[in-house]
């Protein structure tokens, strides 16, 4: 059973916004923080926004103020509402869930953004 599983991503023109879900197994660890990656072709996976259980949301300089994180930890879900979005945004974003000394991640969902 996939622990994370994503959904909600497309084509998008630029300036537009798109709405990212993952939710995970009821069979997961215990849960200290969710958030989101992004990896874009011939480059590295970098953290997009990460929130963790009773902390403060940390994010990325480069979306800062375009994108949202929000969790609900009665569904173990994590949200990425994302808005202003540019071609760089352009990559597969991945959830990502953090327990005590262990993690899982999604499958991944591509975002593209294009005209």
């Known amino acids: 059973q996939v622990p994370l599983v994503e959904s909600g991503g497309g084509l998008v023109q630029p300036r537009g916004s798109l709405r990212l879900s993952c939710v995970a197994s009821?069979?997961?660890?215990?849960?200290?923080?969710m958030g989101w990656f992004r990896q874009a072709p011939g480059k590295q996976r970098d953290l997009v926004a990460i929130i963790p259980s009773g902390g403060l949301v940390n994010y990325a300089d480069s979306v800062k103020g375009r994108f949202t994180i929000s969790r609900d930890n009665a569904k173990n879900a994590v949200y990425l509402q994302m808005t202003s979005l540019k071609p760089d945004d352009t990559a597969v974003y991945y959830c990502y869930a953090a327990g005590r000394g262990t993690s899982a991640w999604g499958r991944g969902t591509q975002v593209t953004v294009s005209s």
């Open positions: 009821e069979s997961i660890f215990t849960i200290t923080a």
